[in-house]
């Protein structure tokens, strides 16, 4: 075998071992995208405030601290950073697509809240498939109105910040947890929860080992949320101030 020859089949290697590497590292990054975002599935021509190629993502004007990252079509690389409020993006022909949000500022705090509020996209989403490392704030009516929405996540919210849970799911009348972790979630640091499952006509998760020892708020949690009968006669409720209607309508109960 002569010199030339060797030092080929060397340079070879070395491009195999290269190439070989980077797919390690990208893997790796992949992995960790997949893991710490925030992803959804949503249909862009059921009924919302964008157009039918469309969907809007739903910030909260009056939070501050929005700084974070989109990947329009779950492919791993983030198509738009740094973004600072809403954003609405154009897929370009109709259709149901997997959108992941990350933090851009490194802690997990870039994307403090949804607010959909039951005026916006909220019947666009179809699930919630995993909750990621987001850092949530407030809960309040982030999916009120997400009349199609499924929870898909087999991880759970980080909630320890949350206080404020009112509403929701308010009026999510296709909500169930696929994902089965939803009596997982903690709630220690709750203090309202009103009409958090109102109107969610199908909703009946075991929730029986929430911690709602620091809610004060229980009024219409469960108003009209006609399937739900679970056993939830753990709860402490002892720090409750307001407990009206918190079943009416609830007819399964």
Known sequence: MNTHHILKQIE?????????????????HAYAQATTDFVMTVKTDNAGVSG?????????????GYNYNVDVDNDGVYDFTGLTGDFTHDFGAVGTYTIRI???VGDGTGFPRFFYNDVSDEEKILSIDQWGAIKWTNMQGAFYGATNLVLNATDTPDLALVTDFRGMFRDNSSLVDNGGQMNN??????TTIQEMFSGATVFNSDISSWDVS???TFRGTFRSATAFNQ????????SALSMRDMFFWGLQL
Do not use: P, R
């Not at 809007?56 to 004007?61: P, V």
């Open 12 to 28: 070879s290697k070395a491009k195999s071992t290269c190439l070989l590497v980077a797919l390690m590292l990208f893997s790796t």
């Open 231 to 238: 056993n939830i006669n753990t709860w402490n409720t002892s």
């Open 52 to 64: 039918t190629t469309e969907f809007k993502i739903e910030t909260d004007e009056g939070t501050a």
């Open 102 to 104: 990350a933090d851009n």
């Open 214 to 216: 620091n809610v004060t």
């Open 185 to 190: 979630w903690n709630m220690s640091t709750a």
